[in-house]
Nanobody, 126 residues
Framework: QVQLVESGGGLVQAGGSLRLSCAAS????????MGWFRQAPGKEREFVAR????????YYADSVKGRFTISRDNAKSVVDLQMNKLKPEDTAVYYC???????????????????WGQGTQVTVSS
């Protein structure tokens, strides 16, 4: 079992920045690739970003590429999502998730991840 707890959400104006964190406990954090997803009201949950176990490779949704950065600290069992140049359409509940497969071909799908956090709300005002 892996327990994931997100933090760092809040209200920010368009163009601003937020940094989300996800703290993991339980099994060895470095054994999991980590992802961030988000779900806006009335929409399905969607992939945002992913980082492999070592941190050497990252993947992003086109909608956030160049604005968001995912990183991890295996010593601290934390994965972060730095969000810059935020837009109102970034408003959503953000979730972190853990995947025991490092280089899975369908990393952008919810079903690839075994463990999920409870989510943290991000609201971007225009």
């Amino acid at each position: 079992q892996v327990q994931l707890v997100e933090s760092g959400g809040g209200l920010v104006q368009a163009g601003g920045s937020l940094r989300l964190s996800c703290a993991a406990s339980g099994r060895t954090f470095s054994s999991y690739a980590m992802g961030w997803f988000r779900q806006a009201p009335g929409k399905e949950r969607e992939f945002v970003a992913r980082i492999v176990r070592s941190g050497s490779n990252t993947y992003y949704a086109d909608s956030v590429k160049g604005r968001f950065t995912i990183s991890r600290d295996n010593a601290k069992s934390v994965v972060d999502l730095q969000m810059n140049k935020l837009k109102p359409e970034d408003t959503a509940v953000y979730y972190c998730a853990a995947d025991h497969i490092d280089y899975g071909g369908r990393y952008y799908r919810e079903g690839a991840y075994e463990y999920w956090g409870q989510g943290t709300q991000v609201t971007v005002s225009s």
